[in-house]
């Protein structure tokens, strides 16, 4: 059964007030954070924070280079947001770009990621990330992942050089490095939760390993080369978030409750840079008042997006933080996804079994006429009819008022049954986070390296800028983790 990332709102919402409460708390004092143990309880080469994609790509890479390495995680299970995620991946690998005919280069895809991001991320990690994509979809399927056939552009994603595992989801990556790890014996740990990292100084020295929380009692571990942090982002944390964007508190999250932020606090505890910390993504999701959702957005192409008054408002194939804006600007934050059995059948390829729930459970609606359709969700059937219409003789022109690009105007809302259903913003990604380096090792407020700290996936910042695009989380925590996991294996 394909896991969705979204399926686990429930369980966060306590998770978030939990971490929110945590966010508030005292931190202790500086001699506290940087007190070196007298003994160390373990040691280790090379100790990972965090066992989702970023956390076993550097724990696999360091193992493989020969370091006695842990991958610690706090989650009863490991697989992080990845395991919950979509899937979709960026990668301009040249057999598949050229077999769907289309033109692409890695060139292309860090020009488009830079300007994506208003040009606030670094453009040498950008321009790893795109040249290190291909590399890492090849160690992908070297570790076992089997990807569906073909390239598609993803929702946000600005480009057709997306892919997505056969499974349909990022639970197959978690999947394939679970079995991976166990053929070279790497340790993962679940239920073991880092509390802090400790370091020789509060501001100077070497990190020396990890104080670790497991089943209520700490422990000190040490790190004789290096401390990667891949434990993830924040939006599972309400209050944090809201500090840096106070319209986001009382939104739902798509993130696992373990989205916390404390590693990256940890980070900052000890002098570590953070950028980029009110860059918040959101993403169409469950709307207000609902506890379910459908997904007939993801081929996008084949959807259009309207209000509550029956209107289109904003090009469906823009940049994510564009989308957000504008959809937190409609009545009650509330908008609705369209489009009919084509693009239904088109999406079903990644959410089959969500989209046939949320008919059944009131969150997806078909009907045979567009008038019954708006019916169906309160809204205005001659307004909808009218909308449908124009975006039809749209895809004719190829030319939208609002700015949806002509190789998105392809196909037409046209064939019954049609399909609508509700949906509002989630908090999704934080692009917000450690600073790193080409090698990912973690910068100081003063641009120097920390020595034995290194971090990757949504734990930095500097990669996306002020937006991500969609499928290039994926191809960041799997190129940054293996970049983390041997420069720390190196030392």
């Given at each position: 059964?394909?896991?969705?990332?979204?399926?686990?709102?429930?369980?966060?919402?306590?998770?978030?007030?939990?971490?929110?409460?945590?966010?508030?708390?005292?931190?202790?004092?500086?001699?506290?954070?940087?007190?070196?143990?007298?003994?160390?309880?373990?040691?280790?080469?090379?100790?990972?924070?965090?066992?989702?994609?970023?956390?076993?790509?550097?724990?696999?890479?360091?193992?493989?280079?020969?370091?006695?390495?842990?991958?610690?995680?706090?989650?009863?299970?490991?697989?992080?947001?990845?395991?919950?995620?979509?899937?979709?991946?960026?990668?301009?690998?040249?057999?598949?770009?050229?077999?769907?005919?289309?033109?692409?280069?890695?060139?292309?895809?860090?020009?488009?990621?830079?300007?994506?991001?208003?040009?606030?991320?670094?453009?040498?990690?950008?321009?790893?990330?795109?040249?290190?994509?291909?590399?890492?979809?090849?160690?992908?399927?070297?570790?076992?992942?089997?990807?569906?056939?073909?390239?598609?552009?993803?929702?946000?994603?600005?480009?057709?050089?997306?892919?997505?595992?056969?499974?349909?989801?990022?639970?197959?990556?978690?999947?394939?490095?679970?079995?991976?790890?166990?053929?070279?014996?790497?340790?993962?740990?679940?239920?073991?939760?880092?509390?802090?990292?400790?370091?020789?100084?509060?501001?100077?020295?070497?990190?020396?390993?990890?104080?670790?929380?497991?089943?209520?009692?700490?422990?000190?571990?040490?790190?004789?080369?290096?401390?990667?942090?891949?434990?993830?982002?924040?939006?599972?944390?309400?209050?944090?978030?809201?500090?840096?964007?106070?319209?986001?508190?009382?939104?739902?999250?798509?993130?696992?409750?373990?989205?916390?932020?404390?590693?990256?606090?940890?980070?900052?505890?000890?002098?570590?840079?953070?950028?980029?910390?009110?860059?918040?993504?959101?993403?169409?999701?469950?709307?207000p008042g609902y506890k379910n959702v459908a997904d007939v957005f993801q081929a996008i192409e084949y959807t259009i997006f309207v209000n509550k008054e029956g209107k289109r408002y904003v090009a469906e194939d823009n940049r994510r933080d564009v989308i957000r804006d504008a959809t937190l600007a409609q009545t009650d934050q509330t908008v609705y996804q369209v489009t009919d059995v084509v693009g239904f059948e088109e999406n079903n390829k990644f959410y089959n079994e969500m989209n046939h729930a949320a008919l059944k459970n009131g969150t997806l609606f078909a009907a045979d006429t567009i008038e019954e359709l708006a019916k169906k969700v309160k809204l205005p059937p001659e307004v909808l009819k009218k909308t449908v219409e124009e975006y039809n003789a749209m895809v004719d022109s190829k030319k939208d008022p609002l700015g949806r690009t002509a190789k998105m105007l392809s196909h037409k809302i046209a064939k019954a049954p049609f399909y609508i259903g509700p949906f509002g913003m989630c908090r999704?990604?934080?692009?917000?986070?450690?600073?790193?380096?080409?090698?990912?090792?973690?910068?100081?407020?003063?641009?120097?390296?920390?020595?034995?700290?290194?971090?990757?996936?949504?734990?930095?910042?500097?990669?996306?800028?002020?937006?991500?695009?969609?499928?290039?989380?994926?191809?960041?925590?799997?190129?940054?983790?293996?970049?983390?996991?041997?420069?720390?294996?190196?030392?």
């Amino acid at each position: 059964m394909t896991i969705s990332r979204r399926s686990f709102i429930s369980g966060i919402v306590a998770g978030s007030a939990a971490a929110g409460a945590a966010f508030a708390s005292d931190r202790a004092n500086a001699a506290g954070l940087c007190s070196i143990p007298t003994k160390w309880d373990q040691t280790w080469d090379v100790i990972v924070i965090g066992a989702g994609g970023a956390g076993f790509a550097a724990g696999i890479t360091a193992k493989e280079a020969g370091a006695k390495t842990v991958v610690l995680e706090k989650m009863p299970f490991p697989g992080g947001n990845t395991m919950v995620s979509g899937g979709g991946l960026n990668a301009a690998v040249e057999a598949d770009y050229k077999a769907a005919g289309v033109e692409d280069s890695p060139q292309l895809h860090a020009k488009q990621t830079l300007a994506a991001g208003d040009y606030r991320a670094d453009p040498e990690l950008v321009r790893m990330l795109a040249e290190g994509a291909p590399k890492s979809v090849e160690w992908l399927k070297k570790i076992g992942v089997h990807f569906r056939p073909g390239i598609y552009q993803i929702y946000g994603g600005l480009w057709p050089r997306c892919r997505n595992p056969e499974g349909q989801s990022g639970s197959d990556y978690i999947k394939a490095c679970v079995q991976y790890a166990k053929k070279i014996s790497l340790d993962v740990k679940t239920g073991h939760k880092v509390t802090r990292i400790i370091r020789q100084e509060p501001n100077a020295g070497r990190v020396l390993g990890v104080e670790v929380e497991i089943d209520g009692k700490k422990e000190n571990w040490r790190a004789m080369k290096g401390v990667v942090a891949a434990a993830g982002g924040y939006a599972a944390n309400a209050q944090m978030c809201a500090f840096f964007d106070p319209r986001l508190e009382k939104l739902n999250t798509t993130n696992q409750p373990c989205s916390t932020g404390e590693v990256l606090r940890s980070i900052q505890d000890i002098n570590g840079l953070a950028v980029g910390m009110d860059y918040i993504q959101c993403i169409p999701w469950t709307a207000p008042g609902y506890k379910n959702v459908a997904d007939v957005f993801q081929a996008i192409e084949y959807t259009i997006f309207v209000n509550k008054e029956g209107k289109r408002y904003v090009a469906e194939d823009n940049r994510r933080d564009v989308i957000r804006d504008a959809t937190l600007a409609q009545t009650d934050q509330t908008v609705y996804q369209v489009t009919d059995v084509v693009g239904f059948e088109e999406n079903n390829k990644f959410y089959n079994e969500m989209n046939h729930a949320a008919l059944k459970n009131g969150t997806l609606f078909a009907a045979d006429t567009i008038e019954e359709l708006a019916k169906k969700v309160k809204l205005p059937p001659e307004v909808l009819k009218k909308t449908v219409e124009e975006y039809n003789a749209m895809v004719d022109s190829k030319k939208d008022p609002l700015g949806r690009t002509a190789k998105m105007l392809s196909h037409k809302i046209a064939k019954a049954p049609f399909y609508i259903g509700p949906f509002g913003m989630c908090r999704h990604h934080t692009m917000g986070g450690a600073r790193i380096d080409a090698k990912a090792r973690v910068l100081d407020r003063e641009g120097k390296v920390i020595a034995g700290l290194y971090a990757a996936g949504e734990v930095t910042g500097g990669i996306h800028g002020t937006n991500r695009v969609g499928g290039n989380a994926i191809a960041d925590i799997f190129t940054f983790g293996r970049i983390a996991g041997k420069s720390a294996a190196e030392g």
